[in-house]
């Protein structure tokens, strides 16, 4: 069963946990082909994978904060009507990792920018809500820029709410916005390597997991 150093785990969604790619980036050239902007260039292709995607819509293809909220809410729509878990798959290992974490005891929950009502319909598809204290992920308004230190935030608090230990808690997640994120509330973050983030986006994480093993190792000890 084994114990652990941590007295919670936090977790990225998106290139933590799930690999949502194969229906964010068509809704995504879609939305852009729609709007008459240029496509994602393909050594872009990854840096969509994580982030707000109102500042994507902004930092990557140039738009204007209206413009970007118009797309968000154009991307929602098509990811409604497709199905928020379509084309989702969960990474191999990850959710053994989850499962032992849970037996060991340890409660968990997420902190994502992925809006929170996704990623509860994802965790349904794929049975995985009873391993989770809470879902805690964005406000699914795309007139909100909802960053991974205010989910984080409001994950924390709804923890120590629930009247778990949130003295030693730890992030799970695979880009620098986890990384910064939580380097604003002193939550140190194990970096997911098998994501979408680079190997330039670990710096300030206290370790880099290569497989779900590794992460294991690191959150567990049996």
């Known amino acids: 069963m084994g114990s652990s150093r941590w007295s919670c785990v ?5 290139g933590t946990i799930a690999d949502a790619s194969r229906g964010i980036l068509p809704r995504i ?14 050594d872009q ?17 140039g738009l204007s904060l209206d413009d970007a909220k118009r797309s968000v809410r154009r991307y929602r729509e098509l990811a409604g009507q497709q199905g928020y878990a379509a084309s989702v ?6 959710v053994d990792v989850i499962r032992d974490v849970h037996a060991a005891g340890v ?15 994802i965790f349904s598809h794929f049975g995985v809500t009873d391993l989770f204290e809470a879902v805690h992920g964005a406000i699914p308004d795309p007139e909100t820029l909802d ?6 935030g409001r994950a924390l608090a709804d923890m120590r709410a629930r009247g778990i230990d949130v003295s030693s808690p730890v992030l799970i997640g695979d880009r ?12 140190p973050v194990i970096f997911a390597r098998w994501g979408f983030g680079s190997r330039e986006e670990e710096e300030g ?12 190792a690191l959150i567990l000890t049996d």
Do not use: C
């Open 89 to 94: 798959r969960l990474y191999d290992g990850v």
């Open 29 to 42: 050239a879609q939305v852009l082909d729609e709007g008459g902007h240029p496509p994602i260039p393909s």
């Open 107 to 121: 409660p968990q929950t997420t902190a994502s920018t992925k809006p929170e009502n996704q990623v509860e319909t």
């Open 205 to 216: 994480a206290i370790a880099a997991a290569d497989t779900p093993a590794d992460l294991r």
């Open 45 to 61: 292709v990854e840096r969509w994978i994580g982030p707000p995607m109102l500042d994507s819509f902004q930092d990557l293809a």
């Open 176 to 187: 620098h916005h986890d990384v910064e994120g939580a380097a604003e509330h002193g939550v």
């Open 147 to 152: 960053t991974k230190a205010n989910v984080l």
């Open 10 to 14: 936090l977790w990225d969604v998106d």
